[in-house]
């Protein structure tokens, strides 16, 4: 008999709780990098193969999440996400028992796989469970609760880190605490719940047709994620050593600088909130209007204050332009390739994080240092701005895109 069911609160925090996840398998392990390094300074190579413990999960996120999206919309997204936090519970404690450093490599890599699965699917189910303002809240919620937590992980694995490297790798157990909330609030999607009532699968969808998917739109908005991902970065990864230039060496001092700038993701996310509804050219212009000026002010500061100021402006722009982005993404997704197109959007947001520090370290190179880095990327911005508001208009004028002023609107 197929029950029927509600979204609630808890709903949205089960679902909401996981994109955690992706920032924990980085975070949480900065703090004891030097530790692990030290312990297999013996391994040839150590130097490079130690740092991806760190990273690798990030690049299986990159390349695996459009896949990720697949089997949900084949297999059903809830069992999937469930089988997704139990994997991700044993490899991610895996380097507590073991030893040799290639065995704690393939760990990462499972990490990464359960990750991909977990951050496409949880978001995916946002989408399946809420529509309307609803949705755009707790998708736009993920951006804060990810940047806030970073926050957490650090200072956690640093606390963690003083019993030994291995000691952090423990807190990858607190998926068991998701998986028993998604247990508890969570069902098996038929379909969105505006349309069948919440009523729950009794089998797998097996959805594989990609017949109906918005390839034109979708294109422009990954296109535009990918290249805005790189803005969002540049702060996070960049501005200690932008702090390095203008004289700030000590690294306390350094991160809590640092973490007051990134308040601006969450702040941003908190304003979108409020202005989610706004048609989409207007918020993309206020977005990459503050990462243009934010970007100007950090490549022409020659003051600590003045640096900081730039970087907040730059990190309200991204808390806002990531939400615009995904709500946008998802609200052009029919139920039958939701999986597919938010694994999408993950990865080309993956893809922006790889390109980030690549980017800016050769236009530091080719301008002769890293503030003018900043000011090349604050006329990108503004190039994109153009782009984007011309692109965003053509697409909101076009006889299919009303379920693009429908998703934002109303």
Not at 27 to 50: C, H, M, Q, R, T
Request: charged share 10%; net charge positive.
């Amino acid at each position: 008999m197929t029950k029927h069911h509600q979204p609630t609160a808890m709903t949205g925090i089960a679902l909401l709780l996981p994109i955690t996840l992706s920032t924990m398998a980085i975070v949480l392990l900065a703090p004891v990098l030097p530790k692990i390094l030290a312990e297999y300074a013996s391994v040839p190579g150590f130097d490079y193969w130690v740092p991806m413990i760190l990273t690798i999960p990030a690049l299986c996120v990159a390349l695996l999440s459009t896949a990720a999206g697949a089997l949900g919309d084949y297999f059903g997204r809830r069992r999937l996400l469930i089988a997704s936090f139990v994997l991700y519970a044993i490899v991610g404690v895996a380097p507590v028992f073991l030893k040799d450093l290639t065995a704690i490599l393939i760990s990462r890599v499972g990490v990464g796989v359960a990750e991909a699965l977990i951050m496409v699917l949880s978001t995916t189910m946002i989408g399946d469970y809420f529509h309307g303002a609803a949705r755009d809240k707790w998708l736009a919620a993920q951006t804060a609760f990810a940047s806030m937590s970073a926050l957490v992980f650090f200072n956690v694995g640093g606390q963690l880190g003083a019993f030994g490297w291995r000691t952090p790798f423990w807190v990858y157990t607190s998926a068991l605490i998701m998986l028993a909330l998604v247990l508890r609030f969570t069902w098996e999607p038929q379909g969105d719940v505006r349309n069948n009532g919440g009523d729950e699968a009794e089998a797998a969808p097996h959805n594989s047709s990609w017949a109906g998917f918005p390839w034109g739109r979708m294109a422009v908005i990954l296109a535009v994620t990918i290249y805005g991902a790189v803005f969002f970065y540049t702060v996070q990864i960049q501005a200690a050593s932008g702090l390095g230039v203008l004289g700030v060496a000590d690294p306390a001092r350094v991160g809590f600088l640092t973490s007051i700038a990134s308040i601006g993701v969450p702040l941003g996310t908190f304003i979108y909130s409020r202005i989610g509804r706004w048609p989409v050219q207007r918020l993309l212009t206020i977005e990459f209007s503050l990462l243009a000026v934010g970007f100007l002010a950090m490549g022409r500061a020659s003051t600590p204050t003045g640096f900081l100021a730039g970087c907040f402006l730059n990190q309200l722009g991204a808390g806002l332009l990531l939400p615009t982005l995904l709500v946008w993404a998802m609200s052009l997704l029919s139920f039958q390739v939701r999986g597919r197109g938010a694994g999408m959007w993950q990865s080309a947001f993956a893809l922006g994080q790889f390109l980030s520090p690549v980017i800016v370290t050769f236009s530091a190179n080719a301008t002769g240092g890293l503030q003018n880095a900043f000011s090349v990327l604050s006329a990108a911005a503004v190039v994109g701005l153009i782009v984007v508001v011309i692109a965003a208009g053509r697409i909101t004028r076009s006889g299919d895109a009303v379920a693009v002023a429908g998703g934002l609107h109303g």
